[in-house]
């Protein structure tokens, strides 16, 4: 990606704002947030993002007519590669902002768009995602969560499960089968429910981690609004399929940021260590540095943000990273295998081996992006798969 003088301003103007606006109480939030550790700090974290949202610096990519600043690509992977270079903390809006609101944005009729969009950039109102459910995980077309109308409303009832950060949610974007007797992909419908009513119970899931970011969701008489389906009835299989190339974007590109940040303690932690003399380790180290070197130059390529290219990101990421998780125990060695406190008080290199087994599945297990590639690259019967 070849960047203009333009890109190279816009990148030092990113740079000076954060520099000057994660001081004084925000300082402290530098890091916080990562994977396996959404539970740290969350309302520091939301004054934040409102921060962020204040200044203009959330929905980059979106266009200016819907509350973005209408930012070309170059500039939206400038912004995540200083983002994560500042150490700045996770974002919490992350959900509404790089999924939904693009799907509002494609989908939405007018009145979903100004009803929702604004709230997004602003991060007063936080989502969760609704699809993946106990005999629906990574076969999404198995969804058996219905939803029926009853006069003005549509009523849910159905259990969701992996449901990130839901116990925090505003609102839901529920995949959910509103066609009796359809099968499969047929039949079902993107509804926008809210998640603060009394049909909706959210029950943490205890993780390795010891932490539980991710929910179970139970949709007993749920209600929404009839006008509160995105696309037709009917036609939900399309719009989630959107909804998950825009969860593979250009996000990831800052997401490498920090991959290459963890891959660089680790040659330091390893020094430390010893590990380093081991000539084994160092060329698995080595093998690191030349994976995430391929997987940036990868996602650097002018490709569309969705289909089969999006699955390829997803399975070089995904695998690199729980190999990273565990190259980090072969380096730390026996001590690995002991909390640093009690009850379970993990380090930040425990922590990241246990929450990277989940890698290669959420966001899209790696047997279903093999099935897309087979399917959209490779022309391969399904027959030949199975």
């Known amino acids: 990606m070849r960047l203009s003088q333009q890109d190279e301003e816009f990148r030092s103007q990113v740079r000076r704002w954060l520099e000057e606006n994660l001081t004084g109480g925000f300082a402290r939030l530098r890091g916080a947030g990562g994977p396996g550790r959404e539970h740290e700090a ?30 070309t690509l170059a500039q939206q992977v400038i912004f995540h590669e200083e983002y994560a270079r500042s150490g700045a903390p996770a974002r919490v809006g992350y959900l509404g902002e790089e999924l939904l609101g693009p799907t509002l944005i494609e989908f939405g009729t007018p ?3 100004r009803r929702f969009l604004p709230k997004i950039v602003a991060v007063e109102e936080l989502w969760c995602q609704g699809y993946s459910e106990p005999g629906a995980g990574s076969d999404l077309a198995a969804v058996a969560t219905t939803a029926t109308l009853d006069g003005a409303e549509w009523v849910i009832t159905g259990q969701k499960v992996w449901t990130s950060l839901a116990h925090v949610a505003d609102w839901c974007f529920v995949l ?7 099968r499969r992909s047929a039949g079902l419908s993107y509804l926008l429910v809210p998640m603060r009513q009394a049909g909706v119970t959210v029950r943490p899931i205890r993780q390795l981690t010891g932490t539980s970011e991710f929910n179970e969701v ?15 009835p009917g036609d939900g299989w399309r719009i989630a399929r959107a909804t998950l ?15 290459r940040r963890e891959l660089d303690q680790l040659a330091r932690e390893a020094q430390r260590t010893g590990a380093a003399a081991d000539p084994l380790l ?10 995430l070197e391929v997987m940036h130059a990868y996602a650097r390529r002018p490709v569309t943000e969705t289909g089969a290219e999006a699955s390829v990101m997803k399975l ?8 990273l998780g565990e190259l980090s125990m072969e380096v730390l060695g026996a001590p690995s295998m002991v909390a640093r406190g009690a009850p379970y008080d993990l380090g930040d290199w425990q922590r990241l081996y246990l929450f990277s087994r989940a890698d290669t599945i959420y966001g899209g297990s790696d047997e279903i992006q093999r099935s897309i590639i087979a399917d959209q690259v490779l022309g391969l019967p399904r027959q030949a798969r199975s």
């Open 111 to 113: 009145e979903q768009q």
């Open 316 to 323: 070089l990421w995904s695998r690199w990273h729980q190999a």
């Open 218 to 232: 139970f949709f007993d008489g749920a209600r929404t609004q009839a006008g509160l389906v995105l696309g037709e």
């Open 176 to 182: 959910a089968r509103t066609q009796p007797g359809s």
């Open 245 to 259: 190339g825009f969860e593979r974007g250009v996000a990831t590109l800052g997401q490498q940021i920090g991959f």
């Open 282 to 291: 160092r060329d698995k180290l080595a093998r690191a540095w030349i994976g």
């Open 42 to 71: 969350h309302p520091e974290r939301l004054a934040w993002n409102r921060h962020l949202a204040a200044a203009g610096w959330t929905c980059l990519g979106w266009p200016r007519e819907h509350g973005g600043r209408g930012a």
